[in-house]
């Protein structure tokens, strides 16, 4: 009753070839990393301080410290996004360069000459005549 769908056949894809970085480049993405973790740990440590405020503080005082340490980790959040999302941008350049600029071409030909009207352009010639209707004999 109902045709039954066959899923297609997986065709491989091609992976992009990628340029082995050089060991300047390694250095700049090892200390890219180093960055993130650096980054990781100062805000793991002001979480564990807003923590340590949070388990202190009086039963009124524990809403305010709670709001701050949702909003902060949403800060954190996109800070740390952000930051990776820049560094696997850079690494990717680095592994592709940009290809190099197209040599300067030749100017294109000139335009070609209009064609001058003649008298017969007052009078067209019937569609027939132009191959667009069939002629009658």
């Not at 190099?100 to 294109?108: D, S």
Request: net charge positive; glycine share 2%.
């Amino acid at each position: 009753m109902f045709a039954q769908l066959r899923p297609a056949a997986a065709q491989p894809v091609a992976s992009p070839v990628l340029a082995r970085p050089s060991s300047a480049q390694q250095r700049q993405i090892q200390q890219m990393q180093e960055r993130l973790r650096k980054m990781t740990r100062e805000q793991d440590d002001e979480l564990e301080h807003l923590l340590g405020e949070l388990n202190g503080a009086s039963r009124d005082k524990k809403i305010d410290l709670l709001t701050r340490i949702v909003t902060r980790l949403i800060e954190q959040r996109k800070a740390f996004h952000q930051e990776s999302e820049a560094v696997r941008l850079r690494i990717l350049d680095m592994q592709n360069p940009p290809a190099p600029l197209p040599r300067a071409m030749a100017p294109p030909p000139p335009p070609a000459r209009a064609i001058e009207k003649s008298d017969s352009s007052e009078n067209p010639p019937a569609a027939s005549e132009q191959g667009y209707l069939p002629q009658q004999q």
